[in-house]
């Protein structure tokens, strides 16, 4: 039933997945011979990293999902050289986004939020650090939603810095480790990755039921 609530609610997001899924099953079928790993590795090796990190570091800012471009991080520079591009990137993320939220665009962000539906909430005193790293870890809004609704709350920017952003760049591991795990096609990388997932997914809904708000 709450499914059927949430596509009431959503069908133009639905509809638009929908297409997308549609369209890469298009594109999968038709042009299945050039999606190799000797096409991907060509494809991916041919970006130019300064290019790429210029807009790792500005483009989530303004909305485009993150997990693309860390996919492709991982396929460019590898796991290692991905998430060091994740970390400084993620870190950079969080250090505009606050600045933005706390000098000038504060009024305009929030109605913006809330007019997609989301109420910013007043954390109280002793909840801070657990309301951040629960609010990181959980998945629920979009990565640049998430950056400047989290920045609105009364959260201080030390809490949002040092504790939000190590949580945005351990869960970066997923799709960073799946891009790499394409690119030298290992099959421990591969189990690796999906222990990963399981085992972040696991944590992050534990972390949800574990720690509640202090009343």
């Not at 991905?82 to 000098?103: E, P, R």
């Not at 480790?177 to 394409?182: H, R």
Request: net charge positive; charged share 15%; aromatic share 16%.
């Amino acid at each position: 039933m709450k499914a059927i609530e949430t596509a009431k609610r959503h069908p133009v997001r639905i509809a638009m997945v929908v297409l997308l899924a549609v369209l890469v099953v298009f594109l999968y079928r038709t042009n299945g011979d050039w999606f190799t790993r000797e096409r991907i590795m060509e494809y991916g090796k041919s970006i130019p990293a300064a290019w790429f990190m210029t807009a790792f570091f500005f483009l989530p800012l303004v909305g485009m999902p993150i997990s693309i471009l860390l996919v492709v991080a991982g396929v460019r520079f590898g796991l290692w050289g991905g998430m060091g591009v994740a970390t400084v990137g993620m870190f950079f993320h969080n250090f505009v986004a606050y600045h933005l939220v706390h000098h000038g665009l504060r009024d305009r962000l929030r109605r913006r939020i809330e007019k997609y539906g989301f109420d910013v909430p007043e954390i109280k005193p002793g909840n801070e650090i657990w309301f951040t790293l629960i609010f990181a870890a959980v998945h629920g809004p979009p990565y640049a939603l998430k950056l400047y609704l989290l920045a609105l709350t009364n959260i201080s920017f030390r809490v949002y810095f040092w504790m939000g952003a190590p949580v945005y760049i351990l869960f970066s591991l997923i799709p960073v480790g799946a891009g790499s795990a394409v690119m030298q096609l290992n099959a421990y990388w591969l189990y690796g990755t999906v222990a990963a997932i399981t085992l972040l997914t696991l944590g992050g809904i534990w972390l949800g039921r574990r720690f509640k708000p202090v009343p």
